[in-house]
């Protein structure tokens, strides 16, 4: 069954009941809402990733839909809620599917503690991965969606997610949500790519957002074993990319300061975090021109197998 054929099945009108489920990564999600167009939007991006229509198997119970009262039908606004509780104030109708992503994200952040969770990009070619760790406004997500249609396959763009136990990434392959300036420099380097209508004026500017490559979504219960860590940053009209190799203490540093719960995890965090600097090579990458970059980032990875 297709995710439309399961989205009608269960009411293409009201998702009632349990909610509509479909995974992301490790996790699975039920969500209900009477959004029509958010159920586009959702069918678009994530066709292949219905699941099993089981409560019990849900991790995350979340609900988008019309705010109530006289704000259903004057100046309407979308609210979100994990589990009954609303973490987050209203935002604009017209902004519902933004909303959504950023509540999900905000619920793996704050409960998927059984990961240490790197505020990073993650890709993967012939078995092994590529970190980007970056601070919000960096190119972090520009980059991956660059990498993820020039040969590497998707991991996530947002939560590089590290298994404690063997020191794997878990994929997580989202929709990216480009912001700003990023929006016209993916749509005209990608322009066969599928990139969603553009959210103005949202909290975090004008969005779009970029639907990962089927490849990755058809994979992503298969996680991959990090082999080099490239810190990026876009800097405008450079015209050469600046490379660095990292030494390994500042690695794990800079590692540290983009973890969303390194603290939280406490030794696990520690020891997690010693395992990856450990395994894969460190760099910062400064770069203004997407080409440039994705060639700077074949040269270190050249030595992979495959």
């Known amino acids: 069954m297709t995710l439309t054929e399961l989205m009608h099945a269960q009411d293409r009108r009201g998702c009632v009941g349990d909610g509509l489920f479909y ?20 069918e678009q991006f994530y066709g292949p990733c219905w699941a099993s229509r089981d409560p019990a198997v849900a991790h995350f119970q979340v609900e988008v839909n019309s705010a109530s ?8 606004q979308a609210v979100f809620a994990l589990d009954g509780l609303h973490p987050f104030e209203p935002f604009p109708r017209e902004h519902a599917f933004p909303l959504l992503e950023w509540g999900l994200n905000w619920s793996i952040a704050t409960r998927a503690h059984l990961y240490l ?24 997500s520009t980059l991956s969606a660059a990498l993820a249609y020039r040969g590497w396959r998707l991991l996530a763009d947002e939560f590089g997610l590290i298994r404690p136990a063997d ?12 912001k700003n300036r990023s929006i016209p420099v993916i749509r005209e380097f990608l322009p066969d790519a599928f990139l969603g209508p553009v959210f103005p004026k949202t909290r975090k500017g004008d969005v779009a957002h970029l639907r990962p490559p089927l490849p990755s979504l058809e994979r992503q219960t298969e996680p991959a074993q ?3 860590i490239t810190f990026p940053r876009f800097v405008p009209g450079l015209r050469r990319p600046q490379l660095k190799r990292l030494e390994k203490s500042l690695g ?18 520690f020891t997690t975090l010693v395992r990856l600097v450990r395994e894969c090579a460190c760099f910062s ?16 990875t050249a030595d992979a197998p495959g």
Not at 121 to 134: T, V
Not at 252 to 269: I, K
Request: aromatic content about 8%; charged content about 20%; overall charge positive.
């Open 226 to 228: 990090p082999r080099w």
């Open 117 to 140: 969770m790197l505020h990073a990009g993650a890709l993967e070619r012939n078995g092994q991965a590529l970190l980007l760790p970056a601070m919000p406004g960096a190119g972090k």
């Open 69 to 76: 009262g006289l704000r259903r039908w004057w100046r309407t």
């Open 23 to 42: 995974r992301s990564g490790p996790f699975i999600i039920a969500l209900r809402t009477r959004l029509a167009d958010t159920l586009d939007l959702l």
């Open 167 to 178: 020191g794997a990434i878990v994929p997580l392959p989202r929709a990216i949500p480009l």
């Open 285 to 300: 990458l400064e770069y203004g021109d997407l080409d440039a970059a994705i060639a700077l980032i074949a040269e270190i």
């Open 252 to 269: 794990f540093t800079r590692l540290a300061q983009n973890a969303f719960n390194y603290r939280l995890l406490g030794e696990d965090g």
